[in-house]
């Protein structure tokens, strides 16, 4: 929690010496708390006092980063507990457990499996990113030779799991370049387990049962050396888990109590798709950075990776598609152009009844600036006059031959005066978008 | 070192609504924010109820309405079967046949029907107007009357349309379902219109409005969050319990009814889809669920058994 102008001050020299160009050290005390200054403006202050200020100026939540590149996660550095207050800010990573004990064949199915797991819907990509893997079998060079085949078969970011240093550390030696987090450090292997991760440059997760024990852990982890640290309770009973991870995440929000101000990892425990989309679920929206499944399955993951996609999306910027006419289907000049949004979820409700019905239909998006049918009329952002104007910017007398658009049914009131000032055909379609496939089905001119 | 968690502690609770005659069931009444057991109580664990129509749905995908067989057909077989293999702890009504685009039935006709699901079932019953507010006008009156003594849930009453369902609860001794367009300010309002009228507060449910998971579910989440934060902190014009019509919304969008190249077998990821909307709800604080398939329907309900367990 950033500290407030009057603790500053404490800390400052108090000679009002003026070198920092501010008349006294509280009215500079007061710049700092405003973030309108930096401290190294002062050349009087001492190495405690750096310390201390530049301590409270890190964020509650530690940024961790695992893998590199384009494709890297960032977890943590989060400020809210409800997404409303703010927004949530780093998408939780979302990925598979891989057991070293599988043979080459399954190994490679299973790879190919969660490659495959990149979606593209409602215009926006979305895909599992990372990989765990597990040593099963204890054994060095097993768990080494495995990683280094799945590193070659996949571009995800990779965690690595196991409970003795010497065999973890040979996984490190098999993927070192790709940055991957390693699972993990407990009370009983805590100083070989940081020298692997201190030694590689790498994260480290803290694995305990107890919130307790996790926060003694990472103080450790942390004297030793290690900055960028993860924290894991391990397998416990679905609300047990939640308590924990919004319990440690309010800790480090409303304290910031810095031993737990690092983000979580979490594994599902059931292997039954529905227990564990259960799990998966419950923990993307109550707060963990990553999420590791068993099941792989397309229709399995796409429901957790669209609830990632959902929460953290950010309340104060709905959205949005290109204002522009989509095609659906093969249209011709004489197919039916109807009227709705750019807001995304609406768009894409339209867009999808409008594929089921199976018609081949323009959909002409207007700028809204993201809002929903009613609330943008309500806001004068979708009126006779915008959609006028945007049948004159995509000049919409060379798409249909018709001459008619149709209009959402909820405003229907303004079809006098759309029909009036743009001079176009108006009628008045559904309400509600389910109602498009029958409606376009009889549609006619 | 001790370690000493932040634990919330609340000056109100969630109304707790008393819902059926038979075997009555209650729900709200919370005095936490989900499933935070060491900050305090759920007494009442969240309930799935199974939607089902007056008439057969003429537009539901394929692969949900075979999960759900021949009883589609009818509403007191489907009814019946929803609770005796489904486990349903409620049943909901939806008088679809009234709406003037599906048959017109008339408000005889819907009442009768009513009647006759009421006579084949124990567990509490929510009935559900056509949507047409002119319609429901219409029939919610003889609805009501019909189902006298039973103590129903009857909905959507909203902020243009509360006056004669309200007045017809009020004298048929139901409660009412309070519907507002992912507002918190509306949400209010629509409560306090209702209990203007007479209406006991701590027999109204909210309706925070409905959406599928991937499309514009984060809106309901947040509002549920932010009136449920309300209502824990006092304001007992938001302190009525949730619910949510989850199949009506996951039942119409593509990743539950189409194929797609790459999305998995389209039939299991419809009714994981629409378990997966039901999660994220209890997550933010539901209390009643509205489901459609049979198999979502069960592992919702295995999720709150497990959910619960402190
Ligand atoms: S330079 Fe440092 S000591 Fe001098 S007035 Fe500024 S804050 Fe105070």
């Not at chain 1, 207050?85 to 057991?99: D, S």
């Not at chain 1, 003694?216 to 924290?231: C, D, N, W």
């Not at chain 1, 089921?356 to 309500?378: F, H, N, Q, Y």
């Not at chain 2, 219109?193 to 809106?219: C, N, Q, W």
Request: charged share 25%; net charge negative.
């Amino acid at each position: 929690m950033a500290l407030s102008g009057l603790e500053i001050y404490k800390l400052l020299p108090k000679t009002n010496c003026k070198d920092c160009g501010f008349p006294t050290c509280l009215a500079f005390a007061m710049q700092l708390a405003a973030k309108k200054a930096s401290l190294d403006k002062c050349p009087h202050v001492s190495a405690e006092a750096k310390q201390a200020l530049e301590g409270a100026s890190q964020p509650p939540i530690k940024l961790v980063t695992v893998g590199t590149g384009d494709g890297k996660l960032q977890i943590g550095n989060e400020t809210v507990m409800f997404r409303h207050e703010e927004t949530f800010h780093h998408p939780a990573g979302v990925g598979f457990l891989i057991e070293d004990s599988l043979d080459d064949a399954a190994l490679k199915k299973k790879l190919d499996k969660i490659n495959k797991l990149q979606f593209e819907r409602v215009g926006q990509r979305i895909g599992a990113n990372v990989v765990a893997i597990k040593s099963a079998s204890g054994d060095a060079a097993k768990f080494s030779q495995v990683v280094k085949s799945v590193c070659g078969s996949t571009k995800l970011n990779i965690v690595l799991v196991a409970e003795d240093p010497k065999v973890l550390a040979a996984g490190v030696e098999a993927s070192k370049d790709r940055r991957p987090l390693l699972h993990g450090a407990n009370k009983a292997n805590v100083d070989e387990m940081v020298k692997v991760a201190k030694g590689a440059g790498l994260p480290l997760v803290a694995v305990a049962s107890g919130l307790e024990e996790i926060a003694e852990l990472t103080q450790k982890i942390k004297a030793a050396g290690v900055e960028e640290i993860v924290i894991d309770t391990g397998p416990k009973d679905l609300t047990a888990k939640v308590n924990d991870l919004t319990y440690a995440r309010r800790m480090a929000l409303r304290k910031t109590f810095r031993p737990l101000g690092y983000p979580a990892i979490a594994f599902t425990t059931s292997s039954e798709p529905a227990d564990e989309i259960a799990e998966a679920a419950s923990f993307i929206s109550k707060y963990a950075g990553i999420v590791i499944m068993k099941n792989c399955e397309p229709e399995e993951v796409l429901p957790i990776l669209a609830t990632r996609q959902d929460l953290y999306n950010d309340p104060q910027k709905p959205v949005q598609v290109e204002p522009k006419v989509y095609d659906i289907g093969n249209v011709t000049k004489e197919s039916p152009l109807i009227v709705t949004t750019n807001f995304s979820i609406t768009y894409y409700t339209v867009a999808g009844e409008v594929e089921a019905s199976k018609v081949p239909t323009r959909i002409m998006a207007c700028d809204a600036e993201g809002m929903s049918v009613l609330t943008a009329w309500a806001a004068e952002k979708f009126t006779p006059e915008t959609i006028t104007r945007m049948l004159g910017t995509v000049n919409a007398d060379s798409l249909v031959s018709h001459h008619t658009i149709v209009i959402p049914g909820y405003v229907a009131v303004m079809s006098g005066k759309l029909e009036e000032g743009s001079g176009w055909k108006i009628q008045v379609g559904p309400r509600e978008a389910s109602g498009l496939p029958n409606y376009l089905k009889n549609f006619k001119v | 070192m001790a370690l000493e968690l932040i634990k919330d502690k609340w000056t109100n609770n969630i109304n707790e609504v008393m819902l059926g005659a038979d075997k009555p069931i209650k729900v709200g009444g919370e005095n936490t924010l989900p499933f935070l057991f060491q900050e305090g109580d759920m007494p009442n664990r969240p309930v799935v109820a199974m939607e089902v129509w007056d008439m057969e749905p003429p537009d539901w995908p394929a692969h949900l309405k075979a999960a759900l067989g021949d009883a589609v057909k009818s509403p007191v077989e489907w009814a019946k079967k929803a609770i005796s293999e489904f486990g349903a702890d409620l049943i909901v009504l939806r008088l679809q046949s009234a709406n003037p685009e599906t048959g017109n039935a008339s408000a005889d006709k819907v009442a009768e029907t009513l009647k006759s699901v009421l006579a084949a079932i124990d567990v509490p019953l929510i009935v559900i107007g056509c949507g047409d507010d002119q319609k429901d006008n219409d029939i919610m009156p003889k609805c009501c009357q019909a189902a006298k003594g039973k103590n129903c849930l009857f909905g959507l009453a909203t902020e243009d349309n509360y006056k004669t369902l309200t007045v017809s609860c009020m004298a048929d001794g139901h409660s009412i379902i309070a519907e507002s367009p992912i507002d918190i300010n509306i949400a209010k309002q629509v409560n306090i219109l209702i209990t203007d009228m007479g209406f006991d507060a701590k027999r109204i449910v909210m309706h925070p409005t409905t959406a599928s998971l991937g499309y514009g579910m984060e809106y309901v989440y947040s509002i549920m969050e932010r009136a449920r934060l309300a209502a824990l902190n006092g304001d007992k014009m938001l302190a009525m319990p949730f619910i949510l019509f989850v199949g009506q919304e996951v039942w119409r969008v593509k990743e539950a009814k189409e194929e797609e190249p790459g999305w998995g077998d389209v039939a299991k990821r419809g009714h994981l889809w629409e378990m997966t909307t039901a999660i994220n709800m209890l997550q933010a604080g539901a209390d009643i669920l509205v489901m459609r398939h049979p198999q979502a329907f069960k592992d919702t309900k295995k999720a709150i058994e497990r959910l619960m367990k402190k």
